[in-house]
């Protein structure tokens, strides 16, 4: 108990899931796509591509949450209660954004919609995250409403406000 309360033991608990999961989807981000697209295919698949990427940033934490809804929204309470730092899920929060940014910009994005588009589909996927843990969302929806965010982002690339 040298982490202190049972708040702060489910945090460090998640904390340490979270971090696990991060590194391993970024090992895995490092092997080649299985099989590149053909020239007459490219400009089809970009966005198709860029939203199964991202799509793989948030898929693992999507679906552990949604493995034991009661503890895991015990986990966000604590977060948001403010009790209990979660150091992981700052920085985490910093890294996703940055990824995200990433793969909208590998998607033909500019710098700017593609930094507005990866905070809006990471804030797409707390909220989605959150209707999972209250119940309203099923994970394979929860899946659904996120691809069809992170899409948006894609189809209204440089659109003016």
Excluded at 47 to 61: K, Q
Excluded at 68 to 89: K, M, N, P, T
């Amino acid at each position: 108990m040298s982490v202190g309360d049972k708040d702060a033991l489910l945090v460090a608990i998640f904390d340490s899931w979270i971090d696990a999961v991060h590194r391993a989807r970024t090992d895995d981000q490092d092997k080649p796509p299985a099989v590149p697209p053909s020239a007459g295919t490219k400009a089809i698949t970009a966005a198709s591509t860029a939203a199964d990427t991202a799509m793989a940033l948030f898929e693992p934490f999507i679906r552990h949450f949604a493995l034991d809804e009661d503890l895991s929204r015990e986990y966000a309470a604590i977060i948001v209660r403010g009790a209990h730092e979660s150091a992981i899920f700052q920085n985490l929060a910093l890294s996703l954004i940055a990824e995200i940014t990433e793969v909208l910009a590998r998607a033909g994005l500019d710098d700017a919609d593609a930094g507005r588009g990866a905070r809006v589909v990471y804030f797409s996927y707390l909220g989605i995250l959150m209707t999972v843990l209250h119940g309203t969302f099923r994970e394979s929806d929860a899946l659904n409403e996120l691809r069809e965010a992170i899409g948006f982002v894609l189809a209204h690339e440089g659109e003016k406000e």
